[in-house]
């Protein structure tokens, strides 16, 4: 582990790894995920002695995934607006102390199903808190050319751990019990916290207040749904994760009823889908550099679909693992995509709450197609359950064809750094408002229709980071006059919005331009609403002008 984490540059690495905090970082949660995946072990077989309902075996996933579905809004705002790093520090502590007492209460043999869940409910909120602010950090760890490798590598990582870690724990809990499963996970969070503790990250100071949580809740939402390309990620990935959710959720009885084996026979299973998992991760980054985004995700549902089939079909163990290894190969194909399109299909101020909304929607799908999967198993059988999870993940593969994934690697989200705060003629406080923009745009007949289409994505825009009531309006009596007008609630709120502006935002308003008429640049008129006769027109109290409604114009061109 290096002595100095401080993020320095470094000179074009060709790998993630070559920068040392995410080196660092990314060798602690292997770590940390081979103790998560140690305690899955012990849990899930626990629940096969404390109950012989397969629904509650089921439950015991889902109510890990279930808190990142409750949760991970919440999160992702918290991850955008305060430091990342706390964030982590706190979420990892909060799991190694509820990891402690359920270890202590397994040793005791206090444990019921129904508090064997709470636990594993618990520990779910850690990871809901945890994943947003460590999945947008790494876009700050290392360059954007290298975040899909980055988000492969910690696919792999991940998945380096679930091919060791489900077997490791098998034999934990076949010699010591799941006592031991749950305190060797406990001691894998100090190694993280202790990387997490020394690293000082090189964060640019904030120069605006930060947002209130629920505003920027409704700020992410309304990000995510006015952003078509993430939508189209979230509509398949949470068709996906409900049907590949079966598998995980079931291999406990499937090990148990059908393989009429142990612990050790649970852990080869997870094991083989672990080592399918690593090799997934390993081929995703060729596979990105010769094939579409589409193909890849429609590639790897096939193989997650006939990897399931033949694991409802399988009664040998010889057969089960290669089918169970083919769809560890299309769980991390899919689930890597989907995280690397969301990451660059989102700017840093809002990268947190986009990726939380997809785990959101992800982990939801998990959480009932685990819950489904467990229903079906009780009133019909696991093979029954396995193969509707299968024609599932067909239906998946088909919604492609509608509505096919895009290709959004060379969008430049960067923030534009040309604009300022505009100075005004009347003196404003950041909570002034409401705040009303016109635009005055000169635009001849000729190109009145490209206009429009273009003012149709700039209203797209405008809605997405925060300004309301957009209208467009044109004059009677000049007809080559076009004014575009939309609100802010405050000044404030009117600088933050203006700020989120990228740099792919910037050709659409090049493309306005270039439609005016030559030598009527557009004028930006900048206004405070203000009721007739409501206040007195002097000064406010420390000597402040209040605002003319007929004078409180700023004009910009």
Known sequence: ??????????????????????????????????????????????????????????????????????????????????????????????????????????????????LLIGFTFAIGCGTALNNPAWQASVGDMVPRDLLPNAVALNSMGFNIARSVGPAVGGAIVAAAGAAAAFATNALSYVALLAVLVRWRPDTAPRTLPRERLDLAIT????????SPNIRAVLLRSVFFGMAAAAVPALLPVVANDIMSGGPLVLGTLLGSFGVGAVAGALSSGRLRQRYSTEWIVRTASVAVLIGTAITGASTWLFVTMPALMLAGVG????????????????????????????????????????????????????????????????MTSLLGLLRPLQQIENIDLAPLDHWREPETAVPLEPRSGPVVITVEHRIAEKNIVAFLNVMNERRRICRRDGFKRWTLLRDLEDPQLWIERFHVPTWLDYVRDAQRRTRADASIYEQVEKLHIPGKPAIVHRMIERQPGSMPTAQQPGGRELADPLTDITRAS
């Open 219 to 226: 700020a992410g939402v309304r990000y995510v749904a006015m």
């Open 331 to 394: 769980w991390v194909w899919a689930l890597s995509t989907f995280n690397v399109s969301v990451q660059m299909a989102a700017p840093r101020w809002v990268v947190a709450r986009a990726l939380s909304l997809y785990q959101m929607v992800t982990f939801g799908g998990m959480a009932f197609g685990s819950w489904l999967s467990g229903y079906v198993a009780s009133h019909y059988s696991i093979p029954v359950a396995l193969f509707c999870a299968a024609a599932l993940m067909a």
């Open 1 to 114: 582990m290096p002595d100095d984490l401080e993020d320095s540059p470094h000179p074009g690495p060709s790998s993630a790894l070559g920068v040392p905090i995410f080196r660092a970082i990314w060798f602690a949660s292997v770590g940390s995920n081979f103790g998560g995946l140690v305690q899955a072990v012990g849990a899930s077989w626990l629940m096969t002695t404390l109950t012989d309902s397969p629904q509650y075996v089921a439950l015991v996933q889902a109510s890990t995934a279930l808190p990142i579905m409750l949760l991970a809004l919440l999160a992702g705002a918290i991850a955008d607006n305060l430091d990342r790093r706390t964030v982590m520090i706190c979420a990892q502590g909060f799991m190694l102390v509820a990891s402690t007492l359920l270890a202590l209460c397994a040793w005791y043999g206090v444990l019921t199903p129904w």
